[in-house]
């Protein structure tokens, strides 16, 4: 890989142009933020288990008949990803009450309701990424409904699949946030990623929070969580 060219930095990860016709590289950072950056720390070797930790679950995902943008793992932080233009809303996917939907509808955290849930989620931190409903997808321009039915079937799919994977791992999959995006060609894939920081895990024997919880409610042992969940991962996937 040539030199890399920046063209965005996050929060949490870095995205550079390359010399790969269509692709990007994404590093993964030790920085870990909350509640809009208000709550900001580094933690030590979080992006190389973040980085490990994405590529194995999108591997997986890509084995298994779901498109993503990875490609593959290039070194401990970086992926060599496909372009895509990134959908300006979030999919979250609720297989366990938890977090905001809790806290929103005055409901216990750990309740498990009949059917899973689907939210939109504008992308935008001056709103505070407000819950949108597929209308309000649509009116805006962001997706159109058939879009919005493609993607409902492949976040159910990615559930069916993932809740099997942590499963096996000892790990209850609470809830997770998935991105889209659309390639040149005009596929739908899914892009960004999946880590600890962007679902909740709860360790079936004990329920102990394994993810950004532990940040966000300073419970401590983050690092040595994440690291945890990347070991657990590869075990089952013999990475
Ligand atoms: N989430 C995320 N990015 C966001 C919002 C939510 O990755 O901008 C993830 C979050 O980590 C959790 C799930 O989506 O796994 C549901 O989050 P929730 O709506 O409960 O919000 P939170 O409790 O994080 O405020």
Redesign the pocket.
Known sequence: MKELKLLYEGNSKIIYGCDVDGHVVIRFKDDATAFYNIKRAIIENKGKMNCRISSMVLGYLNSHGVATHFVEQLNDTDQLCRCAKHMAF?V?V?NVI????AKRLGLDEGLTPENVIF?L?LKSDELG?PLINDHHAVALGLATYDELATIYAISAKINTLLCELFDKAGISL????IEFGRTAVGDLILVDEFTP????LWDKATGERM??DRF?RDLGHVRETYEEVASRLANILKK
Do not use: L, N, P
């Open positions: 979030e979250i609720r938890a977090g905001s939907m939210d989620c990424d609470v809830d997770f946030k920081d962007t679902c909740r993810d950004k966000r």
